[in-house]
């Protein structure tokens, strides 16, 4: 099971980057799949959610109308399309994937945005 981040890196505040999750061993439509970030001195955090019973989202309030996490099941991958970047969203950015029967979610080894101001 192997979860690959990529799409992140340095943008200007207002910018938009695209990252994307490719994900091997399991099938991302069956699972719940997530984004996290965590920026330096800070906790991780929430950041989008995809259920895998009927495509629902849920999003963290910082991120609403700005930032759309999707899902392509023909190339079992997630994506986080970020837009309006603040200097507040710098963080390292993880995909995780979970499901119900499983003791512990999956985790990619996380990709760098940085928002200039």
């Known amino acids: 099971v192997q979860l690959v981040e990529s799409g992140g890196g340095l943008v200007q505040a207002g910018g938009s980057l695209r990252l994307a999750c490719a994900a091997s061993?399991?099938?991302?439509?069956?699972?719940?799949m997530s984004w996290y970030r965590q920026a330096p001195g800070k906790e991780r955090e929430l950041v989008a959610q995809?259920?895998?019973?009927?495509?629902?989202?849920n999003y963290a309030e910082s991120v609403k109308g700005r930032f759309t996490i999707s899902r392509d099941n023909a190339k079992n991958t997630v994506y986080l399309q970020m837009n309006s970047l603040e200097p507040e969203d710098t963080a390292v950015y993880y995909c995780?994937?979970?499901?119900?029967?499983?003791?512990?979610?999956?985790w990619g080894q996380g990709t760098q945005v940085t928002v200039s101001s």
């Open positions: 061993g399991f099938t991302v439509s069956s699972f719940d």
């Open positions: 995809i259920f895998n019973t009927g495509s629902s989202t």
């Open positions: 995780s994937g979970g499901i119900w029967y499983l003791p512990r979610s999956y």
